[in-house]
């Protein structure tokens, strides 16, 4: 996908003649900013970021095994208004991703009237038999969601993914806002950017709001795959910050459906886990017998409704692509209002007339697994070989239920730091909604993961994706004094 | 606290202080081995060797290979390198109880050690040796500026204990093993031996502050193991470890079996004399006492929970 013909978010269609309305300011501080002062703080940063271990781990890659995330010095912004409307999009759509989790293990009243085929939930590798019938406190269960925006337009965001089962990046957020003070102090003085420090305390209140009822001062922990896994960076940091303690499967133990943690004082009780495990890893007797990275027992004390598990297992239904084509339907039944966040234009080759047309078009369309992420098992037609079309049409042929199609989008770019100067490049964005017995917040920002490959759309960190600090920026104090 | 963090802590306590002490060992025995010819330049490096519990090896000329196989060799888990690697994945796994400060200090430290595979010439391990030395400071300080809690305690239990392995050995290798046949006790050779012990635990000058006479293989002894102003003696160590674990009782008002265990070595030291320690068998008592030392720690991670 050629840069220079997609919307930019700082010169929008103009080809970097005429900044946004708003966004003149940044274009000026580009100007004033000689490259090798971006460059010296672009150093400065990852220097930073490896000195604090803030690093992933990529999956068979074993000579890296850490590295740290590229970031970019360049913000994305957001203005006043853009923030209004996305914001309101995410909250609808997140309030009608927990209603329709509730209502698939509960009554399944969606399936009786025929909005979504009953098929595709139940028989859905991502839905979870043994959870059914169990409601959770205040019948929230995608606590943490991370939505992945695209823009294509001034106007035009869509819905790319709903992430409702483990999504991270959040520590990146807050990482990335913390280097920008640092390095670019002065873009604080020209914009009215609105703090994200406060999201660990908001997830941990949101954590406390979800605790099992009649628990009385609750205890929360974090439960990590321990730290060879690529995000445990982010689970101690959060942790740390929540003041929580960060825990492994090892150092919990289920008794009489209780769950205990072992200290050096002897034994503790745990009402809530923050738990950045799998559901397949959850519990042994449970799920995947061979996990050594769960509980033995956990299941059952989450089915007792003795301990609260964030996000609750089983919400990967919820972002299976499959469903998301649905989601449009989803909105409006639960929420009784049209989408206010499109999804993109989705085909799902379960359909033969889909498959037929994905077929016919892979050289143009991006084809996803309804279960995939992080990048893996995708295929990019523009950007294919014919050697690597012609190898997934057989895969696609073979199991076409698993695959889901859509357009090839125009990404919106922001000018990125290279080494020969700025460029234009392909972002994309993940804020985070946190839902709890208060109903849905959302911290003003977010992940902007930014391709920084020429030409790539791809963004994932695996995947030789960087990240960009996001702002999001307050109103001005207007005539009414509003603020 | 979680007991596997407990662990990670005392552990990093154990991996740093052991990459500290190689790093001296390293150092005093290049100073030794410059004294001598070739033959001595491999004897020099062989009782190294046994002193960190190797099997005796090729040393190479120069010592290349035992220098290598103590700073750098991804294969011995004892080597520098093994030890800060180790420290570091289990601050990564206890993260969250550890100051940004002693994160950076280990993590520090492994950045610069981790791309290094050879030690290179005698000239560059000496520099080598310059450099972990700046960092394990950089450790000690920033551990030294950390909260008195539990934090600390384990991580300064782990590297107590650690200490009084490694004094322990090295007395016992100098005694038990070091002159080779031939030489007179009190000769240069042996005198150069004692002096490298000195330089390892720190305590040259130290040695002539303590002690009117000159070196005298006794009064070493009696410096290493009972001079509490030397903060590498085994009774320094020991009292150590009794004052941390009262820190956890004085927290917790509970004590343990380590706290006997603790109390009750630290007595037993209180009462010898370094000519009783001699008349029984230096090295029949070194070996005693490195046991025992090896009981503590496991008594230590029992009454936490982490055995």
Known sequence: MPEGRAFDELWGASRNRRPRPGFEALARWLDDTPPVELERRHQSAEAAFRSLGITFAVYGDQDAAERIIPFDIIPRIFSADEWDRLSAGLEQRVTAINAFIDDIYGDRKILKDGIVPADIVLANPQFCVPCCGARPPHGVYAHICGIDLVRTGADDFFVLEDNAR??????????????????????????????????????????????????RDPRCVLLTPGHHNSAFYEHSFLADNMGIDLVEGGDLEVDDDTVWMKTIDGRVRVDVIYRRIDDAFLDPLVFRRDSML?????????????????????TGIADDKAIYSYMPEIVRYYTGEAAKLPNVETRRCRDPQDLRYTLEHLDELVVKLVDGSGGYGMLVGPTASKAEIEAFRAVLKATPERYIAQPTLALSTVPTHAENGLVPRHVDFRPFVLTGANGVTIVPGGLTRVALRKGSLVVNSSQGGGTKDSFVLAREPGPEGKG | MLSRTASSLYWIGRYMERAEFTTRLVEATIRLAAL??????????????????????DTGKEGYGARRYLTLSPDHSGSIKSCIGLARDNARAARTALTREV???????????????????VQQTLNLVEELKAETRGFEGALARMLRSEGYWFMRLGSMIERGDATARLLDVKYYLLLPEGQAVGGKLDRDQWTTILDIVSAKTAYRHLYREGLKPWLVADML???????????????????????????????????????????????LEVRTVFRGGLHQWLQAYVRQNNALGEAIAGQFRFA
């Open chain 1, 166 to 215: 483990t999504p991270s990046g959040v520590s990146y957020m807050i990482e990335n806002r913390d280097a920008m003070l640092r390095l670019c102090p002065e873009l604080f003085d020209i914009f009215p950017v609105r703090p994200v420090d406060s999201y660990p305390e908001l997830l941990r209140e949101t954590l406390y709001s979800v605790a099992p009822e009649g628990a």
């Open chain 2, 225 to 271: 193991i009972f001079r509490r102003e030397l903060p590498r003696s085994l009774i320094w160590t020991a009292e150590q470890i009794v004052d941390l674990l009262g820190e956890f009782g004085h927290r917790s008002g509970r004590q343990g079996p380590a706290d006997r265990q603790a109390r009750q070595r630290l007595a037993k030291l209180d009462e």
């Open chain 2, 36 to 57: 001598g010819g070739h033959a001595h330049v491999e004897q020099a490096w062989l009782s190294a060797l046994s002193v960190v519990g190797a099997p005796p090896l």
């Open chain 1, 294 to 314: 769960g509980v033995p027992g956990l299941m059952a004390a989450y089915m007792a409704g003795n301990v609260t598990l964030v996000n609750a297992p089983g």
């Open chain 2, 103 to 121: 994160w950076e200090a280990i993590n520090r430290a492994w950045l610069m050690i981790q791309n290094r595979t050879s030690p290179g010439s």
